[in-house]
């Protein structure tokens, strides 16, 4: 059964930094592009980037461009989600999920339970 977990949430200040981690069992992340998304109270899941499975590729969108880095450790079976510099609405749960060979916004998995951020002084 394949199972994704979400850790290193948490409350930061804003302009603060945090560093989100996706772990599975049952699958190897590095066969699949990862996507991390987020959704905030009465809004929809939406993705905030993705590292492709070939070559290590990222895409962001505009909103997190230049304030959030994905990278991988596979020989520890793991996705980063580096947020740095981070807003009020930043505030969401974030999740991660293997979208397939290519980045996409549907997982091919069951969803984590995510993680919570929360960006308030």
């Known amino acids: 059964q394949v199972q994704f977990v979400e850790s290193g949430g948490g409350l930061v200040q804003p302009g603060g930094s945090l560093r989100l981690s996706c772990t599975a069992s049952g699958v190897t992340l590095a066969d699949y592009a990862i996507g991390w998304f987020r959704q905030a109270p009465g809004k929809e899941r939406e993705g905030v980037g993705c590292?492709?499975?070939?070559?290590?590729?990222?895409y962001y969108p505009d909103s997190v461009t230049g304030r959030f880095t994905i990278s991988r450790d596979n020989a520890k079976n793991t996705v980063y989600l580096q947020m740095n510099n981070l807003k009020p609405e930043d505030t969401a749960v974030y999740y991660c999920?293997?979208?397939?060979?290519?980045?996409?916004?549907?997982?091919?998995?069951?969803w984590g339970k995510g993680t919570l951020v929360t960006v308030s002084s």
């Open positions: 590292i492709a499975s070939a070559e290590n590729k990222t």
């Open positions: 999920a293997a979208t397939g060979f290519y980045c996409s916004s549907r997982s091919l998995f069951d």
